[in-house]
């Protein structure tokens, strides 16, 4: 049974991403972290009833984990799929997270599947040869090369995703209904959570600048309402989540998240 997943499509991403998917046509969704990217996902995969195949990208991921390996069991040897090409059989929603931190040898075998013939040849398996299923889809997510770990994709591995989604941080009206759709919001703490949406784009902002290093994402404003309902002051909230963080790159930088939540909450 498929799980419901709630999610605000304030951009008509999912409506991008059904054509795609009626085209016949992979995706990329190009943001930052905390912007929904995840469940826009999951929350497509369950409006097609899709199972959804899930890599999530880094150093350490290896072909491995997409293609397969041998194992051994009782003296026999077999072969174990891996999640690329159990999506390619089940005709699943391949969702491959943070592309772009991914090593050139996984990139390769990748790109042997997406292209326009939807074949791998298993050289781990006596060289069988796997057909997608018509209907197999996949979606990819990379983040800003301002990231830790990220990378420019190669031009080609880049034209296997002809459709193309910029996901930003939503408007602060929608972020206040998302933060809704999380946890309750008491109206008395209603223009605290506001102040705590400002602040949240005024640090994005800075961060786009390179003012400031890092940039909060949506968690943060949904734990700062949540912590919010706890009783403790909004002052003290805002440094525990938003300004705290900052203490790793220097004084300096905590110093400014703070005279920023000065300027809001008050002392």
Known sequence: MMLEVDYLDWNNALGVLSKAYQTGLFALIIGPKGTGK???VRKFASQVKKELYSVNFSLRTRESHLIGTK????GEISFVEGILVKSMRDAG???????NAAEADVLLRLDEALDDRRQLVLKEAEGQLVNAASDWFVIATINPLSHVGTKELPPQLLSRFPIRLRLEYPPEEVELQIINRHTEVDSSKLNDVKRAIKLAKNLRDAAALEELYYSPSLRETIAFAKLLNTG????????????????QWGEVEYRKVMDMITSLFGD
């Open 38 to 40: 995840t469940t826009l």
């Open 93 to 99: 929603v391949l969702y491959l997270d943070e592309l």
């Open 71 to 74: 194992t051994l069991d009782k």
């Open 232 to 247: 403790i002051k909004s002052n003290q909230a805002a440094e525990i989540v938003y300004a705290n963080v900052y203490d």
